[in-house]
Each structure stands twice: as C-alpha cells, then as structure tokens.
C-alpha cells in the first residue's frame, strides 16, 4: 500500500525564507557598521597619539611640578593609543550604528511606535555625547584638582596611561548612561510602567536616587557628585515634559 502523498508545508518554507532573509539583512547592517568603524578607525590611527595627549589634558594641567604620565608595560606607548583609537572610531561611527540598526527594525514597528522611537534614537544620541562632554569638559578637571590636592606629601602622583584610559572611560560611558534619563522616562512612560502622575510624585525618589549613584560613580569629592546628581534631576524634570509631549498624544489615540 502506498503512502499518502503529503503536502507541500508552504507556511514552514515562508517562514524559513523569511528567517533567512532577515539574516541576511542583519548580516548586511552589521557589516555596514564595521565597515563604517574600521574606515574611522584607519583615519584615526596616523593621530593616535594626539588624541591620546588631548584625552589626557585635564590630569596633565593639574599634575604637580615635574609630575607625569608613565607606561607601566612593555608595549603600553602603542597599545593604548590605538586603544584610544579604536573608541573614538565607535564613538563617531555611533550614528551609522544606530541607522543601521533602525533601518533593520523599523519595517516590523507600527506607525505610532516610529514616531516615538525616531525623537528617542536621536536624543539618546545627543545625550550620550553631551554626557561625554559634561564628563570631560567639567567633571574630570574638578576631580583630578582634588586628587591632586588630597595627594599625601611625599607621594609623587604619576599615573599610568592604561589605567588613565580605562577610568576616562569608564566616566565617558557611565556620564553618557546617566545622561540617558529622559529617555528611560519616555520609554517607562510609553509601555506602560508608570504614568505621569507617578513619575511627578516620585520626584523625590528620583532626587535621592541621582544622589546615590553619583555618589557611586564619581570621584570621591562632593563637587563631581554634585556635578552628576544635579544634571540627572534636572533631566528627569526633562523627561517628564517629554512624556507630556510624546505618549498623552499616543494614549489618547488608542483611546475609544
């Protein structure tokens, strides 16, 4: 007796054609972004070293007479640099990364979640480099004036250029995070976690809570914790009017 003849399983075979096709685009983006870092990078490298004395003026300025950087390893004069080199490049390159990665998103988001999400892609852009600038502009000259000025006498300050990089760092990132707030606020707000009134009455959780991680994250001296803390407060109050502006129009929409 033969067997029964199967049919063809069409859904299955869409379905993995779908997955596929959407690999292969993933695939395409991803390149895309490490193209477009590896081009910065190239660019970058000839100026390494440059940028290296220009990441280090804020500790160089206020070192002590006859004070200066050292390198602790063998290799650390070309590595770090280049180090230095390859963050820059991701910084620059962070708005082809975040398009890349929009437009791979964006054709399966509904019309009312692209327009949330194109303000909130650009301020967490913009926020993320104002935060690096705040960090560096004014936050890391007010702390290495109080490391230098709390250095015991008779300790020669002299820090190495690795752990320099990996702190400079570490701030740009945690700065940049903590700049985040307005969008964190909207992002609650526009799922469903909270609501207006709730973030207006949390405030002073809020308050208490920028205190608390600036105190964490920044040097040990209240001027960078004030430098954090107060920045953050002020932008939750930003975040708030953002959420006036972007998910009321949105809740009401899908209101009958």
């Given at each position: 007796m033969a067997a029964p003849e199967q049919e063809p399983h069409t859904e299955d075979g869409a379905l993995e054609e779908g997955l596929f096709s959407h690999l292969?685009?993933?695939?395409?983006?991803?390149?895309?972004a490490i193209v477009?870092?590896?081009?910065?990078?190239?660019?970058?490298?000839?100026?390494?070293?440059?940028?290296?004395?220009?990441?280090?003026a804020p500790l160089v300025a206020r070192?002590?007479?006859?004070?200066?950087?050292?390198?602790?390893?063998?290799?650390?004069?070309?590595?770090?640099?280049?180090?230095?080199?390859?963050?820059?490049?991701?910084f620059i390159s962070m708005p082809m990364i975040l398009y890349q990665l929009w437009a791979f998103v964006s054709p399966g988001l509904y019309?009312?979640?692209?327009?949330?999400?194109?303000?909130?892609?650009?301020?967490?852009?913009v926020l993320f480099y104002t935060g690096c600038a705040f960090a560096y502009f004014l936050v890391l000259p007010a702390a290495f004036r109080f490391l230098t000025a709390v250095t015991p006498e008779g300790v020669e300050m002299m820090t190495d250029i690795t752990h320099y990089l990996d702190f400079v760092m570490l701030?740009?990132?945690?700065f940049g995070l903590c700049f985040e707030v307005p969008v964190a606020v909207v992002i609650l707000a526009a799922i469903g976690v909270v609501n207006l009134q709730q973030l207006r009455d949390?405030?002073?959780?809020?308050?208490?809570?920028?205190?608390?991680?600036?105190?964490?994250?920044?040097?040990?001296?209240?001027?960078?914790?004030?430098?954090?803390a107060v920045p953050m407060c002020f932008l939750y109050e930003v975040g708030l009017l953002a959420v006036r502006w972007l998910v009321k129009p949105a809740t009401e929409a899908a209101a009958p």
């Open positions: 292969i685009e993933l695939r395409s983006r991803l390149m895309r477009t870092i590896a081009l910065v990078l190239l660019a970058l490298i000839p100026i390494a070293n440059r940028l290296y004395a220009e990441l280090a070192l002590p007479q006859g004070a200066h950087l050292i390198a602790t390893e063998v290799a650390s004069p070309f590595v770090t640099p280049l180090k230095l080199a390859f963050y820059a490049a991701l019309k009312h979640e692209k327009r949330l999400a194109r303000p909130l892609l650009a301020a967490a852009l701030m740009f990132f945690a949390g405030r002073r959780y809020a308050i208490v809570g920028a205190f608390t991680i600036a105190a964490f994250i920044t040097p040990p001296d209240i001027t960078s914790m004030i430098m954090l």
